[in-house]
């Protein structure tokens, strides 16, 4: 558990150059890399390496998980960024919001559990914990196009799940 501390710890003693050419944006040890050409991206992964090489806390070794152009749009930390027009839309990468309501649906399992038991308080505590990570998840995407829609899906998700508590 305490591995994602050590490295946001480590990952903020990063020494990284001002330049025109390349932006570095992260979130704790998660990192997106732009450039303005594909050897500025290059020279920016080298440059980018071994700057990770240098950090204090331990041997960060970096993966490449995607590269491409950002005009055929990219994921970063869940969230799926594309050109329309000139707008830039945003949305859940497709497995992150998949999974969020395939949690909902093990909500509804384990309410019928406890209600087969006869525990109720337990049933509602399952709603609670799952109302707060949609409520986490619809904040993370607050800026997303179209979240009222998410928002009255997750509602319908909950109230049909949470049977036969009479909540949504």
Known sequence: ???P???AYSVS???WPTCSERALLRYADNFLLLATSEWELQQGIEELTAAVGKLPGGKFVLKVVN????ADGFDF???TLAMSGNKIKTSPTLGHHESIYAEGMKMGDRIKLAMNKGDQSSAVGHVERYCAKVNGWLTA???RDRIEEFRATFEILIS???Y???IN
């Open 13 to 15: 003693f990063l020494s």
């Open 160 to 162: 049909q799940n949470a």
């Open 1 to 3: 558990i305490c591995s």
């Open 67 to 70: 590269q491409g152009h950002a």
């Open 141 to 143: 995407f607050s800026e």
């Open 164 to 166: 036969p508590l009479v």
């Open 77 to 79: 930390l869940g969230h």
């Open 5 to 7: 501390i050590i490295a």
